[in-house]
């Protein structure tokens, strides 16, 4: 069973999800390419001329579409890769990057920023996997890596392992990133398909990051995602495989009683998961970029989240400074009971 | 609302009778309704389009709108069949090479195809035409799709003819039948396209806004207080669908401090 069973189909009469597939010329003849649209016999294949041409169109409403998302297929064309958002906990690290395999994640969580970035809710795979990997390994050649290795996030924009029966990038992912020296790659994930990779031997280059909050938020703000315990378990079974782990408690969100809601969240991941073993825990309030922020508004969004009352520091949509700071320094000192202190990642 | 798009009379008519729609002499153009469904004669070719389709908007523009593009088409002897219905995936205007994708959401029971929208009729047998072709679907996609979502827009085109001499041919008796055979499948298709409403209606009703439209009245705020005050009661809205608004019970105030003050307060309570 895929992991779209846990979208709520509110509206009666939807088509499946990829029902129709565009397939930009360029894209035609890759194996990836292949591989969708066998997987999909049925979907109606529409040839475009640039994933834009769908992807970037006017009128597009994100939140219904969805409901019924599409796939297109292209070919990136460079840049291949990205310097690390501010947004992320580990931007000043050196030698941090991004890319783009996908746009656009299967799930639909409230807080995300994708909502705000894409014009669409359709997915976009770019096929040509090769042209990103081997710009990974020029960069290698480039940096100078005495500061430490290079570390790619490689599921930012998208949630690569919940996508993995659908395309297996993740795995191939994993695979490249075995082969080269001084390259971390993460793969930050709510999926519960760890089942997926789990005859994939782990390896010390690989993160693997599960995003969980408590049942009560993801209920409320992850719906189309899977539920707590799931993650949970595939986590367990991720670190049980030796795989390092780091748990996402990002974006805390600061509902009534956030206080005890989190601290007995805590609790019960702690007392599932062997803190000794993790490799970092990542903290972070709800937090988006001011542009992004106010094209969900603009849609009309049904999210209470973004009726909320907010500040905006440098372009930087989130909590009062001294709210957040306050919460943060909290939720810090309780995971601070499990796990060491310079182990916890904080976006302040 | 649904609003169906047509380009010829006798296209129509099946659908006005159907549909059982009056005249609404209110326009200086074809116009049909009956409730919640109507028909724009749009005319043949694009001339006609964008003015009947922005003069209709402009009259029900509190409505929710779903635009529907009905009407024959020339089709490929190899990719078609005649007297076939077909819901558009992809429109190409051959005059300006531009591309349109309406978004297909809804589950439907009728082929797919794409259309190529020319300026003149194809007599020739189609031979450049692998698509269906008609007058009017690329000018009607780009028009509506500046004045609604994407997915508010559908063209169903049923195949008439195979662009040969026999189009020249076409008698209006024809025309009705081909419209008037497809009534079953154009009826199912336009149910399942309006339960696609429960994914746009809007946050605010009609009285809610009559209720911000009065309290702005009452305090005389300004432009960017009154953005503030739908925003806030939007926000109260998602938080609850039910109750109503906070009442105000004050004379309207004697200064902008008093109007300030007072607009503070309401806010404060819409997000409390």
Known sequence: ?????????????????????????????????????????????IEIGHYKDIFNRKGQDFQSQKSSMNLILAKKKEPFLYPASDMVQEFKTPHTYYNTPILNCLYNCEYCFLQGMYPSGNIVIFVNENDLMNSIKIKLKKLNLSLGPMIVSISYNTDLMAMERIIPMASRWIEFCKEQDNLKIEIRTKSALFSSIKNIRSSKNIILSWTISPEIICNKYESTAPPLNSRVDSIKKAMDAG?????????????????????????????????????DITLGVFRMNKDYFNNVRKRETRSD????????????????????EKA????????????????????? | MQCILSALKVESEPLIDHYRLSRDHSFSFPFFIRDDLCLIGVGVGKHNIKNRILSFI???????????????????RETSEKGQIYL????????????FYPDILIKHDLPEHSITTTERVILDGG???????????????DVCSKNTSIHKIAILKIVSDYLDLDTAKLTKDRVRYFISSNLEAIDSFLSKFRSLENLDKPILSKEDYIWIDSISNQLSLTKTQYQQLLHFSKGFRVRDSKSNYPS???????????????????????TS
């Open chain 1, 305 to 324: 989240l973004y009726y909320l009352d907010y500040v905006n520091e440098d372009s930087t949509i989130t909590i009062k400074k001294e709210k957040r």
């Open chain 2, 127 to 141: 031979r450049d035409y692998r698509n269906l072709v008609d007058m009017e679907s690329s000018e009607i996609f």
């Open chain 2, 248 to 270: 105000l019970y004050v004379d309207p105030p004697e200064s902008k401090y008093d109007r300030n003050k007072i607009f503070r307060s309401l806010c404060e309570e819409l």
């Open chain 1, 328 to 348: 943060l320094a909290c939720l810090k000192d309780e995971i601070s009971k499990y796990i060491p202190k310079e182990k916890i990642l904080v976006w302040i």
């Open chain 2, 88 to 99: 558009i995936n992809q429109i190409i205007d051959n005059e300006t090479g531009r591309s």
């Open chain 1, 243 to 279: 795989w390092p782990v780091r748990l996402c408690f990002d974006p805390v969100i600061l509902v009534d009683d956030w206080y005890k809601i989190y601290t007995q969240f805590f609790e019960q991941i702690f007392e599932v998961l062997d803190h000794q073993k993790l490799h």
């Open chain 1, 1 to 45: 069973m895929t992991e779209t069973r846990f979208f709520d189909l509110s509206v009666k009469n939807l088509q499946a999800n990829f029902s129709h597939i565009y397939l930009e010329k360029d894209a035609v003849g890759y194996e990836l390419t292949d591989l969708l649209l066998d997987k999909y016999p049925n979907s109606k294949v």
């Open chain 2, 58 to 76: 402009s009259k029900f523009r509190s409505e929710t709108i779903q635009f529907i593009n009905i009407g024959i088409a020339g089709g490929n």
